[in-house]
């Protein structure tokens, strides 16, 4: 008997038909023995349609802006999660499990009051923990929690992902599922490449860096805190019959597992190739090389809550003058050029330039650490097929360029070729 928080995102419960599949697959886990507790997040759509109602009120209303409160904001939106809850308990109960649903309050999930953006401090699963032991399903409410003014809080886009493997870290649980609509995490986009590979096994580090790069598998604050609290996970897909051979082998059911890397015996130098489209390069020129100049470009951008990316510097012969590139989410572009201007005399450049349309492409795998060659390798295969790269950035398992958009799909073939991710 294992303990399993299994987590169904809002295609796996988009309807009444896919809801009534998830307990299904909740059932399956149940008739082995298992301590089950599910995460739902809201039914596919519903969480931006309570999103522009909320966004939508002020002007219907008359206002002449679209300001709103935020804790009411978490009020309309929580509620998605609310409904797909209720209603698989329904849907367990009707097929004899007995289950009950739970909203983030009722847990308690704590959180700051950060809302439409609040982290999780604390859990007490104790009440849960108590019931799973007696053979109760808990259907938790994805995406939300408790502030400290007692108001329901969210966790921001996503958050249903990061809810799960907190629950599953604060019950002790034996593994968290991740059920989406793909059976796992690939080499790369398989809608770009489709000789790309499902991995049976990725660390947590590797899939840190590829959520944050593009990958959209999972969200980038659950990864972090299943590498934090080592909370084996797996990705795999709803969609499958619930009943299929294999689907309930406890040790190694169908999907990737994330874990420790300790657990991957042999370490592939590359793992995978992700991209993220809609960069912006802004370049700053002719600053003067001196101390602080740095703290005054991206001060004034974080304050502004502008997420700086790739940053290259170049200092001129005599030393005296810098130019300093860097890039930012294209939605943030315009933001950043306003905040630059606002600080020109205090930061000191000659002009600001900028493009927008850019993609960032990038390797990823933790046997970088131990072999050369591998930034070599890429830039290589890009110059072949003659794409110019704009700036590069390294750390110790990855490396990211920035290219123009039109090139993605043959940079990422290109890269996830020449590192033989597409050989079986």
């Given amino acids: 008997m294992a303990r399993i928080v299994m987590k169904f995102g809002g295609t796996s419960v988009a309807d009444l038909d896919r809801i009534k599949n998830v307990a299904r697959h909740v059932k399956r886990e149940v008739d082995a023995g298992h301590e089950v507790a599910v995460v739902v997040s809201a039914m596919s759509g519903k969480t931006n349609e309570l999103v522009g109602w909320v966004q939508n009120i002020p002007k219907v209303s008359g206002a002449d802006h679209s300001i709103y409160d935020a804790r009411e904001y978490d009020a309309v939106v929580a509620s998605g999660e609310q409904v797909t809850s209720g209603l698989l308990a329904i849907a367990l109960q009707a097929m004899g499990v007995n289950a009950r649903s739970w909203q983030g309050w009722q847990i308690p999930i704590r959180t700051d009051n950060a809302h439409g953006a609040a982290r999780i401090l604390e859990i007490d699963g104790g009440e849960m923990v108590r019931r799973m032991k007696e053979g109760q399903v808990a259907v938790v409410a994805g995406f939300q929690g408790l502030g400290p003014d007692n108001r329901i809080s969210t966790l921001g886009r996503g958050g249903s992902d990061t809810s799960a493997v907190a629950i599953a870290a604060a019950v002790k649980a ?11 995490v690939y080499t790369t986009d398989p809608r770009i490449e489709p000789k790309a590979r499902r991995l049976k096994k990725i660390a947590f580090e590797e899939m840190l860096e590829m959520a944050s790069l593009g990958a959209k598998v999972l969200q980038v604050r659950s990864v972090e805190l299943a590498m934090v609290f080592k909370v084996r996970t797996f990705v795999r897909s709803s969609f499958e019959d619930p009943d299929a051979p294999g689907m309930g082998d406890l040790l190694n059911p169908p ?3 994330i874990c420790d890397e300790d657990e991957i015996v042999e370490q592939e130098v590359v793992t995978g190739i992700a991209y993220a489209k809609d960069e ?8 003067a090389d001196r101390p602080g100049v740095s703290a005054a470009i991206f001060g004034p951008l974080a304050e502004s809550h502008i997420n700086v990316d790739m940053i290259v510097q170049n200092i001129s012969e005599d030393g005296s003058k810098t130019d300093m590139t860097f890039t930012v989410p294209s939605g943030d572009a315009e933001k950043a050029l306003r905040v630059l201007g606002e600080n020109k005399e205090k930061i000191g450049y000659d002009v600001v330039q900028s493009e927008s349309g850019l993609v960032k492409v990038s390797v990823i795998g933790v046997g970088m650490r131990s072999h050369a060659g591998v930034a070599a390798t890429a830039f290589r295969a890009l110059a072949e097929k003659g794409i110019n790269i704009k700036a590069i950035t390294t750390s110790e398992i990855k490396i990211s360029i920035l290219i123009d958009g039109p090139y993605a799909e043959l940079a990422v073939r290109t890269l996830h070729s ?7």
């Fill in 174 to 184: 034996d593994r968290c599922d991740i059920y989406t609509d793909v059976d796992g």
């Fill in 255 to 257: 999907g990737t597992l």
């Fill in 280 to 287: 912006a390069q802004i370049s700053l020129r002719r600053l």
């Fill in 418 to 424: 020449c590192y033989g991710l597409d050989k079986s």
